[in-house]
């Protein structure tokens, strides 16, 4: 069965120290892959998506992810983290029928 | 950019009424929509899929008669929450996939907050 698992529930940052949230997925095709942003009770924004290609993907607010079809991970990355950045980040792939399955998410918070 | 409206943003109801939340794709004609619902701290569960003029697909464990949803035409869904309880109090959220496009993603609404008192 498709899933996607998000190891780390929750993360502490400093600010302007990097980040990578990690997500592995199960899903026997290739898969397309998302990473959403979630801000307290509001909707979802994407970040960055993956389809096919380059396996490096470059996103909005300076945020990267890496596609490794040997580990079925999809990390998502950032150089420098800012106090906006603190909210909730979910992992997404697309399956057959184009349902999205979300991870669990994690919570990131950043320190001043 | 394709925008996904949700109609109200917060709904407060007393228990044993209806709800009814609409999902509009506002510069785009969507053929498929999907429902989510998010409880406190938790991720997206999908609970149905909307396809125009045809009946919706529900998910596993997903009341068909409780959960109504009707997607009349290419830009509107509605989810029709009936003899609502506190338990279906939640953050309904939406989305819409554009149709006829290739490596498409899906374009969700703001969500709806529904609390049953």
């Known amino acids: 069965a498709q899933s996607v698992t998000q190891p780390d529930i929750h993360i502490t940052v400093s600010e302007g120290a990097s980040l990578e949230l990690r997500c592995n997925y199960s899903y026997g095709a290739t898969p397309y892959l998302f990473w959403y942003v979630q801000s307290p009770g509001q909707g979802l924004q994407l970040l960055l998506k993956y389809f096919s290609g380059d396996t490096l993907v470059q996103g909005i607010k300076g945020f990267e992810a890496e596609f490794k079809r040997s580990q079925s991970s999809f990390n998502l990355r950032k150089p420098s983290v800012h106090w906006s950045d603190a909210a909730e980040y979910f992992c997404a792939v697309e399956t057959s029928y184009d349902k999205v399955i979300f991870g669990p998410g994690t919570s990131l918070s950043v320190i001043p | 950019g394709a925008v996904v409206s949700q109609h109200p943003s917060w709904v407060i109801c007393k228990s044993g009424t209806s709800v009814k939340i609409e999902c509009r794709s506002l510069d785009f004609q969507a053929t498929t929509m999907f429902w989510y619902r998010q409880f406190p701290k938790q991720s997206l569960m999908l609970m149905a899929t909307s396809n125009e003029g045809s009946k919706a697909t529900y998910e596993q464990g997903v009341e068909k008669d409780k959960f109504l949803i009707n997607h009349a035409s290419l830009t509107l869904s509605t989810l029709t929450v009936t003899s609502a309880h506190p338990e279906d109090s939640s953050f309904y959220i939406c989305?819409?996939?554009?149709?006829?496009?290739?490596?498409?993603?899906?374009?969700f609404g703001p969500g709806t907050r529904l609390t049953v008192t």
């Open positions: 989305s819409a996939i554009p149709a006829a496009v290739e490596n498409y993603e899906q374009y």
